[in-house]
T-cell receptor, first 114, second 113 residues
Framework: DAKTTQPNSMESNEEEPVHLPCNHS???????IHWYRQLPSQGPEYVIH???SNVNNRMASLAIAEDRKSSTLILHRATLRDAAVYYC???????????????FGKGTKLTVNP | DSGVTQTPKHLITATGQRVTLRCSPR?????VYWYQQSLDQGLQFLIQ???????AKGNILERFSAQQFPDLHSELNLSSLELGDSALYFC????????????FGAGTRLSVL
């Protein structure tokens, strides 16, 4: 499984943008970049995913470098509820019958200050 | 609410015992994944079932087993429990189609004393 590298922790202030980086220099052409987050005492929650182009949804934006060796999850206005561990995961689309298991790293713990 | 239901929420048992964790996937989802989260190992994939059949195995111990029933709910059986099995166990589900995101339950916290 291809590896990702994320900072252990980051801090932000409420209502400010947050940029969470992820390096994935060994990404292959068929790997999708997925982000999940885990709020305290909860199960992981899907945030966003992309392949090559930047993506936006109601939760966040995903900016993918042109060479795809890195990506950035952008929370446009952090709230206290966004305090969580954010996981950047590379998901290889399997051949027929294969598994799309998620391989979690240690993630980035985001602290949001009021 | 993800739509994935896990029971029980908490489980306290003794070493050497056997427990069963239950997962009901989202309506329409055919695939169930089990993950273990411990302080030292983080979140680790254990096993996946798709429409009743085992599809993939991860770092699952031989003392652990799982199955998916015709109604698509799944059970994770943990036997000969050790102190080190204390962890959060998460179930996730999706349709099983390619590139599909996973929806996680709230987890079962297992404490082995």
């Amino acid at each position: 499984d291809a590896k990702t590298t994320q900072p252990n922790s980051m801090e932000s202030n409420e209502e400010e943008p947050v940029h969470l980086p992820c390096n994935h220099s060994t990404i292959s052409g068929t790997d999708y970049i997925h982000w999940y987050r885990q709020l305290p005492s909860q199960g992981p929650e899907y945030v966003i995913h992309g392949l090559t182009s930047n993506v936006n949804n109601r939760m966040a934006s995903l900016a993918i470098a042109e060479d795809r060796k890195s990506s950035t999850l952008i929370l446009h206005r952090a709230t206290l509820r966004d305090a969580a561990v954010y996981y950047c995961i590379l998901l290889t689309v399997p051949t027929q019958g294969g598994s799309e298991k998620l391989v979690f790293g240690k993630g980035t713990k985001l602290t949001v200050n009021p | 609410d993800s739509g994935v239901t896990q029971t029980p929420k908490h489980l306290i048992t003794a070493t050497g015992q056997r427990v069963t964790l239950r997962c009901s996937p989202r309506s329409g989802d055919l695939s169930v994944y089990w993950y273990q989260q411990s302080l030292d190992q983080g979140l680790q994939f254990l096993i996946q079932y798709y429409n009743g059949e085992e599809r993939a195995k991860g770092n699952i111990l031989e003392r652990f087993s799982a199955q998916q029933f015709p109604d698509l709910h799944s059970e994770l059986n943990l036997s000969s429990l050790e102190l080190g099995d204390s962890a959060l166990y998460f179930c996730a589900s999706n349709t099983g189609y390619r590139k599909n995101i996973q929806y996680f339950g709230a987890g079962t916290r297992l404490s082995v004393l």
